[in-house]
């Protein structure tokens, strides 16, 4: 057998028996979940006179060197160096192994030995990484004698998907060089293996280029810290030395550190340099690179001018002498084409190229860029928008609206990662925003990351290859700080490792309840402000047609608590029912639930109503249709029985861009007592409550008698997330019910209209 590398031999002589209890029935702690584990029964002792002797090839000493910090930080002694003691740690480095990925490891623990066995360095590193894990189990540690009782196991691992990502945008909000590589640590330990570096965008450009020195000296700075506050203002940018200037770059020396201590973790970072749109700052600073040729009016790049070309080149080139990855990400999202329909050298370029318009137009720069890069070894990724007009073969795809850009660029034949901020987007809110710091908007608890999978089942074997992994994405328009970001990553990044890592039949949502809180309590040890998981208890509906009833299942993302919950809406009490299985309503109730531990209740208390109501399954008919990006589910959506939740993009909250004006048909003429619909506001993504709601009924669909009329109370200019019930009660017979409210501004999102 042909050995790439030297053997390590890592050699433990127990001079003193290990004092720490027998650990009974153990249950391993690590994320991600590996493959495959199988416990052989029988424990591994490591103690305070372990003995070390290494014997390895220089670059795969970093594994090694891990696991002796390791033991170090939590024993606070070393490992002893030495030699002549039997072999009990042993590094295997051998090409020839087959384990179905350059990643893959095999670690096996016996009552004499450890071994961990892989073909490449990285996979030794994602070893040391599962068996770091284990030490820092307080289950299998003693403090008073600093000795572990490992449990004898045999595991065998290996990623899902190549591409396990994660994305920080530093220019809205601009992080420190340690915090960067703190994140970095962080990956490495849940084995994620891509950082996407967002560097430049409106808000401030971040990568010194030699070049072009007034990006940083001017584009890097502006006039105001808070992004949004600087957005709504006047979004000039400034210098360092500015009076109350806010801002920051790295340097080149900076960048290349970066990119060594990751690629020291096997991490890869992807630049991301912003084109055509979302070049504020550029444009701004070198006005004569967009259409208006005058600083402050857009932020797209001037395609049919050369020296845009000249420009672009020229930052990549040095981006590219920077960052050895493979893909060089170039945005491509959200570039407004007002601009280029009025500038006479857009035209003139999409007259000569025999384009057919402005996507056309934008196209044609993505190819232009992609061939230079591929021209230089490197591949172009970017954001789905880079579909629009037609893509180039080479270039890879991003899909973060939703996941209809990732499905047709795998049916096209590109290789996808897919990010849809369903499910990937960390400036969501994780619990209730009344409980949270201020966000863009949206709801993803940890739990909706981890139900996530990559592969859309509209996808056949051979266009799934083409799905390279997926990536968790953290914009920072409401993130000003560190402390914020962490918080906002941590534990949700958690769930993203497994998603990517662990096999989808291995996946155990309760398992993993049970796994996270664990971690928590290690991501604070080390320091990060992690956030510990909400006391919410989360009321899961069905609508049961056939027994004319509503099921109502309570669940909390915490690990097997006691839930004790009402059917009055009265605060839950120590003598409250006990939450055992599915609640079942036939007419409407308020739920409040809470959590209770040693007949303590939480201070969070959970309340939703839940109606079976009259206009149930009726038909609804529209004067003006609903959102084709918000359709919920469609027709039937307004009276299907299901409310929506924090977040106006769960599939419950229908959309409108026009007054809702809709008519529901009650097939024959019944008592009408009361028409209920509710609103959502949130007023950064652009969402309003009505002006007013109005009802009214009519026995025969053409003469209407307006039933009441309410006017809406809530402000719009304020920034938190709203949810109103319009309710009108009268007595009233009648078999068609109209519904009207007046859009005041953007979207008006509606869940259901509750008619008793």
Known sequence: MKIKNLVVLLSICMLFS???????????????????????????????????????????????????????????????????????????????????????????????????????????????????????????????????????????????????????????????????????????????????????????????????????????????????????????????????????????????????????????????????????????????????????????????????????????????????????????????????????????????????????????????????????GRKLLGWDEILEGGLAKAATVMSWRGEAGGIKSAKMGHDVIMTPGSHCYFDSYQADPKTQPLAIGGFLPYLKVYSYHPVPAELNTEEAKHILGAQANLWTEYVPTAVHAEYMLFPRLLSLAEVVWTPREQKDAEDFKRRIAHHIEILKNKGVNVFTLSDRVDMLMEVDTINKQVKVVLESEKYQPEIRYTLDGSVPSSSSMIYKDTICMTDSASVSAALF???????????????????????????????????????????????????????????????????????????????????MQLTGPGVYMPKYVSVSISENGDDFQEMGQIKNTIPNNKPDLFLKDFKISFKKTGRYIRVFAAKQSGFMFVDEVVIY
């Not at 206009?615 to 409310?643: C, E, Q």
């Not at 929506?644 to 004006?661: A, C, I, V």
């Open 597 to 679: 531990v040693k007949d303590r209740s939480s201070e969070t208390v959970s309340t939703e109503r839940f109606d079976y109501h009259k206009g149930i399954g009726k038909k609804v008919n529209y004067t003006h249709m609903y959102s084709g990006s918000y359709p919920a589910a469609g027709m039937t959506t307004l009276t299907d029985g299901y409310r929506g939740g924090l977040t106006y993009g769960d599939g419950r909250w229908q959309g409108f861009l026009k007054h809702l004006d809709i008519v529901i048909d009650m097939e024959e003429v019944l008592d009408i007592n009361s028409v209920s619909v509710k609103f």
């Open 18 to 376: 290990c004092t720490a209890q027998k650990v009974q029935n153990p249950s391993l702690n690590i994320i991600p979940l590996p493959e495959k584990v199988s416990f052989t029964g029988g424990e591994f002792c490591l103690n305070e006179e372990t003995f070390l002797q290494l014997a390895i090839a220089k670059e795969d000493v970093g594994s090694v060197m891990l696991l002796h910090t390791m033991v170090s930080e939590i024993a606070g002694y070393d490992l002893i160096m030495g030699s002549g003691f039997p072999t009990m740690i042993k590094f295997t480095l051998d090409t020839t192994l087959k384990l179905g990925s350059e990643e893959a490891y095999q670690l096996k623990i016996t009552p004499q030995e450890i071994i961990i066995s892989a073909g490449e360095s990285v996979g030794l590193f994602y070893g040391v990484q599962t068996l770091g894990q284990m030490l820092t189990d307080p289950q299998f540690y003693d403090a008073e004698s600093k000795s572990w009782r490992l449990p004898t196991v045999e595991i065998t691992d290996k990623p899902s998907f190549s591409y396990r990502g994660l994305h920080l945008d530093v220019s809205r909000h601009f992080y420190s060089k340690e915090f960067v590589m703190k994140c970095l640590d962080i990956m490495a330990e849940y084995k994620l293996n891509k950082f996407h570096w967002h560097l430049t965008d409106a808000a401030g450009w971040r990568i010194e280029i030699k070049k072009y020195p007034e990006l940083t000296e001017r584009a890097a700075w502006r006039s105001e810290k808070d992004c949004m506050t600087w957005w709504k203002g006047d979004r000039k940018y400034a210098t360092a030395e500015t009076e109350g200037a806010y801002g920051g770059f790295y340097t080149q020396e900076e960048i290349r550190e970066v990119v060594a201590y990751a690629a020291q973790r096997h991490i890869t970072v992807i630049p991301e340099i912003e084109m055509p749109g979302h070049s504020e700052e550029v444009v701004s600073i070198y006005p004569h690179l967009g259409c208006y040729g005058e600083p402050y009016r857009n932020g797209e790049f001037c395609i049919g001018n050369e020296e845009t070309f000249e420009f672009v080149e020229n930052v990549l080139t040095e981006v590219m002498e920077l960052f050895p990855s493979e893909f060089i990400h170039i945005g491509g999202d959200e570039a407004s084409k007002a601009a280029w329909r009025k500038c006479a050298k857009c035209q003139r370029r999409i007259k000569r190229e025999k384009l057919k318009d402005e996507e056309e137009l934008q196209s044609y720069m993505i190819s232009r860029v992609g061939k230079f890069l591929e021209s230089k």
